[in-house]
């Protein structure tokens, strides 16, 4: 099998060569890119609603853009109602093929126009990244994948809804072509997205990937995704291994007859592997690199909140390279992980990209930001964002060319994502606010790990702690937290457990904060209260319990 799935890889790799060399190669014109890509995005929009209110038709050089204005999801609030309608040029000529919902602020999600432009866009950005992986490490030529590239989603619509809501299956942001090879080499089969039962889909994706001898490369989001699939191995482990020798399903996951028939033909009875498989002690964590032999490569977030979960992935596969993400999302794709020192170039044959310092707030075309200074990012893109303030801030590093490598350093609103749940200040609030018949002295909303296991905690200081059913609380709160597709997804994923409630000891809510400010080196007067955080210690900090 070596050998095909070197052939299927080259085939890969070579598809990927022509934009990787057009990206190398005008690496020293990205201001003349940038240039031309806005006119184009600007040209070709001008029809639309959105151009011609902001008077697309006249805008002649990057200095008339900046005229129009920074702008918000909120503000999309009214196009993105007349697309769902099914209007056409509403904010692109493209036609809007799909919403795609992401983390939102109050309301839990957004949904974000994606057309076939957009989609282009992602391509040059993600051949580009696949090329260096490659380049990085050609062993990973000659075995199979795994990619984890989107959250599982059900299209949600009304009747009335004439554009389709959710994701389109992982291969499909790559072109028609390079998706039919690249699913030859996924070691889960594609089909495994339609599940939605997550304890069917966690079993099954254990099954495919722990059969997968010749795995090379790991692709997933979150480095927690891994170590907390491996830690449910253990469940699993021995049902597996009889699966695997079998070449069957146990009965006692429950998934739809015609896809456990479809599934079913892509197993087939490996008693060899099983047997290796069974001489493998894995609870053992140091023994779970010996599942793969062949394993080169797992690329997952390793900045921000993922770093420490990261270090703890090296640990427990030294052998294998951990290739940083590049920093990407729903709305766009902004850097892309190089095949040398860590560097990670913006994207700029992707999206026109404006950065604005967080300093002195003024705002920047990619061609004038500087090494060592902190930006966030501004996106416009064929998928119809003008001026997007994404809030994410990231730091010059390096430049290749004329191209910024970025770091990514954390998000500028108060948002927390440890494991890809994209949990936002602004959203708490609004679920705070609606819970009109509690009274809290002091409140607030953090990770915890309790136990090995993460959980969203809120650390509460009741006014009356006799007079409330925090059960009733705890299960009001959750629901309202699972809006977020986001946190549902990563429960789902058996990355986060059910929400706790923490009751802080009366009368010491507030003081227990200020003081863990001051001994962190800040005055009193800078102290900014946050509702949201993601520092993991609070539990230990606040005198209380767990109820």
Not at 98 to 117: A, D, H
Request: hydrophobic content about 40%; some cysteine.
């Amino acid at each position: 099998m070596a050998v095909y799935y070197f052939f299927v890889n080259i085939i890969i790799l070579l598809s990927c060569l022509y934009e990787w060399s057009l990206f190398f190669l005008f690496s020293r014109s990205a201001k003349q890119v940038q240039q031309k890509l806005l006119k184009n995005i600007l040209s070709t929009n001008t029809k639309t609603i959105y151009g011609q209110k902001y008077n697309f038709s006249k805008i002649k050089s990057y200095k008339e853009f900046t005229m129009l204005p920074l702008t918000e999801y909120q503000d999309y609030f009214e196009y993105i109602s007349k697309i769902r309608q099914g209007d056409g040029f509403v904010l692109t000529s493209n036609p809007i093929q799909t919403l795609i919902p992401t983390s939102g602020t109050t309301q839990g999600s957004k949904l974000i126009p994606f057309n076939k432009k957009i989609k282009n866009r992602f391509q040059k950005g993600l051949n580009v990244w696949l090329f260096n992986s490659y380049l990085r490490c050609p062993a990973i030529l000659t075995g199979q994948q795994y990619w984890s590239m989107s959250p599982i989603t059900k299209a949600s619509n009304a009747k009335s809804e004439k554009i389709s809501v959710g994701f389109t299956e992982d291969s499909s942001y790559f072109g028609a072509v390079k998706k039919y090879f690249i699913q030859k080499l996924f070691a889960t089969p594609v089909m495994l997205q339609k599940i939605s039962d997550p304890i069917a889909h966690e079993y099954l994706t254990l099954l495919f990937m722990i059969c997968a001898k010749d795995l090379s490369l790991i692709s997933i989001w979150s480095p927690t995704f891994l170590i907390v699939k491996l830690e449910k191995l253990l469940f699993y482990y021995d049902q597996i291994i009889k699966d695997i020798a079998q070449g069957t399903i146990s009965h006692k996951i429950k998934i739809d007859p015609v896809i456990r028939k479809l599934l079913f033909s892509k197993l087939k009875p490996n008693p060899k592997r099983a047997k290796e498989l069974s001489a493998i002690n894995i609870s053992d964590k140091n023994n779970w690199q010996k599942i793969w032999p062949k394993l080169k490569i797992i690329s997952c977030w390793t900045d921000g909140s993922s770093a420490t979960f990261a270090y703890k992935l090296k640990g427990l596969f030294p052998k294998v390279k951990i290739e940083e993400k590049g920093l990407i999302s729903t709305e766009g794709i902004v850097t892309i992980p190089w095949f040398t020192k860590q560097l990670k170039p913006v994207a700029y044959r992707s999206h026109f990209f404006e950065f604005q310092d967080i300093e002195n707030k003024k705002i920047y075309p990619l061609w004038e930001i500087v090494r060592n200074k902190r930006y966030t990012v501004i996106l416009t893109t064929d998928g119809g964002l003008y001026r997007y303030k994404l809030h994410d801030t990231v730091e010059v590093t390096d430049f290749i060319g004329r191209i910024p490598s970025l770091k990514f350093i954390g998000r500028e609103t108060a948002i927390v994502d440890m494991v890809g749940e994209k949990v936002c200040e602004e959203h708490i609030q609004e679920i705070f606010n609606r819970l009109t018949h509690y009274d809290f002295i002091f409140k607030l909303v953090s990770p915890s790990i309790k136990e090995g296991k993460l959980a969203y905690t809120l650390f509460l200081e009741p006014k009356n702690y006799h007079n409330y059913n925090f059960a009733h609380l705890k299960q009001v709160f959750e629901n309202e937290m699972r809006s977020n597709f986001y946190y549902l997804h990563a429960q789902n994923m058996s990355q986060l457990e059910p929400l706790r409630i923490f009751l802080i000891n009366h009368g010491s809510g507030l003081t227990t904060y200020i003081k863990n400010h001051l001994s962190r080196g800040k005055k009193e007067g800078d102290i900014k209260y946050q509702l949201l955080t993601s520092d993991l210690s609070w539990d230990k900090i606040f005198k209380g319990q767990y109820v």
